[in-house]
T-cell receptor, first 114, second 113 residues
């Protein structure tokens, strides 16, 4: 079975540019999570959705960050405008009833803002 | 097994030895715990989980122990192999918060051949 699929795997962009990260959750999962990982702060939950509806976005750093889930098989995380401090690995993850509370992660999108 | 800032605690073991990675969790309302393994350049990978009504669970070469009295979780890896080298995270789920896991900072396991 395909796991969580993220794109792009790597992105280098200039400060001020818009960045869009994409995610396809595991089919049948009804929860989708966006995490950010840095050396200083570890894994941080940014936002999560249940049945395509945002449930908790308290982890989103500021208004420059936005996330959408237009359907059950696709989500985006957008940063506009990007800043060097946004450089991190962004993970999408999903879970479903049949998997209990186990969250399955994608391979991550490695973002560098210069 | 918790870290502050840039420095992950590191456990170095000889190939074939057993490894024990520890984790202190924070919330007495947590009812579900997971261990993840993260290899360099990859996403966290599920290893084993345990619910709060248990104190031990075994998988293939791995055992998780839960001590709710002192809010402590441990991961034991038997006959550690070079492929076990990775960063290991514990995560806790607070009762009632579906899937919203709180992650520890991680422990780096280094296996010497």
């Amino acid at each position: 079975d395909a796991g969580v699929i993220q794109s792009p795997r790597h992105e280098v962009t200039e400060m001020g540019q818009e960045v869009t990260l994409r995610c396809k959750p595991i089919s049948g999962h009804d929860y989708l999570f966006w995490y950010r990982q840095t050396m200083m702060r570890g894994l941080e939950l940014l936002i999560y959705f249940n049945n395509n509806v945002p449930i908790d976005d308290s982890g989103m750093p500021e208004d420059r960050f936005s996330a959408k889930m237009p359907n059950a098989s696709f989500s985006t995380l957008k940063i506009q405008p990007s800043e060097p401090r946004d450089s991190a690995v962004y993970f999408c993850a999903s879970s479903g009833f049949w998997s209990g509370n186990t969250i399955y992660f994608g391979e991550g999108s490695w973002l560098t803002v210069v | 097994g918790e870290s502050v800032g840039l420095h992950l605690p590191t456990l170095s073991v000889q190939e074939g030895d057993n490894s024990i990675i520890n984790c202190a969790y924070s919330n007495s309302a947590s009812d579900y715990f997971i261990w993840y393994k993260q290899e360099s350049g990859k996403g966290p990978q599920f290893i084993i989980d345990i619910r709060s009504n248990m104190d031990k669970r075994q998988g293939q070469r791995v055992t998780v122990l839960l001590n709710k009295t002192v809010k402590h979780l441990s991961l034991q890896i038997a006959a550690t192999q070079p492929g076990d080298s990775a960063v290991y995270f514990c995560a806790e789920n607070i009762r009632g918060s579906q899937g919203n896991l709180i992650f520890g900072k991680g422990t780096k396991l280094s296996v010497k051949p």
